[in-house]
């Protein structure tokens, strides 16, 4: 164990050391200490000296129990010596076991109202699914969701890591409600009074989509994001949220018009539609229909400089 240590201590990352024999444990904090690893493996028979290592070292230490009730009492004892920075293991028994425990954890904190195992979870994916690498990821799904701090896997391609990225992302999401961005002025690459003004909407994924073309481009740019319900461009100009009065709100809100020497309003391809009424609505601004795909967006800003 401790030669493997030494062989992986040059990569320089963080260790989960998972050793319950407290001799062993000592020796492979010292050759990693700096590392701040975090230590799995105290039991009901080595607590008292796993305890006083990772006090020692200040290292996160692990709890191993075969039920609810022995990780209750472990996490007491721990508490009793004076330490606290804790983690609990879900154990590997099974699968259906583990869930239980998993849930079982946060609703005694949460819902028993008692911090005794109010600590963060880890939860051994790799031994649960036993080289299996499509339930692996599955149970790191299931697990994220139902409640591990930390899901370790034996090795994570950009496929499995993907849904389980986005999955992290949207557990607080509320499906019924669109994910959407503070309307508001953003600014890329320190606009000037003459940098054009490009206008989209507050549906996030059209955000992120076109602020990351503009960054891409390289030129200062103003992109304005009025309110528009969290939908999609054709959706919220389907619906009335994305029209011309409503871009004239958000423009006379931002002050732009006041900022700005050179007024060019850039607007989405897939609602050309509006520049007649927009420029109806806002005298004294260049209208400019922009691409219909953002991918397009870094060209089209080079060649209106």
Known sequence: YLKLIEQLKPLNKPFILVVSDADVASAAVALVKDTKPALVGADATNLDAMVALAKEHGLVLGLNAE????MYGLAEKAQQLGY????LNVGGTSIAQAFANAVEFRRTALVG??????????????????????????????????????????????????PLFGLRQNI????????????KVYEFGNPKEDSPVLVTVDFALTYFV????????KVPTY??????????????????KFGASVIKKAIQESGLEEKLTRKRLILPGKVAVLKGDVEEELPGWEVIVGPKEALQIPRFLNELQ
Request: overall charge negative.
């Open 67 to 70: 039920s609810v009730e022995e």
């Open 113 to 162: 109202q008692d911090r005794t195992l109010g600590y963060p979870s880890i939860v051994f994916a790799n031994e649960l699914a036993g080289g299996d690498a499509y339930l692996q990821t599955a149970l790191a799904a299931c697990f994220i969701l139902k409640y591990g701090s930390i899901v370790v896997l034996d090795d994570i391609t950009y496929a499995a890591a993907l």
């Open 223 to 240: 992109l304005m994001v009025p309110d528009a319900g969290g939908l999609s461009v054709l959706t919220s100009w389907a619906a009335g």
């Open 84 to 87: 606290k920075e804790l983690l």
């Open 210 to 217: 076109v602020s990351g073309e503009v960054e891409r481009s």
């Open 172 to 183: 607080f999401t509320d499906p019924q409600k669109p994910m959407r961005v503070e309307p």
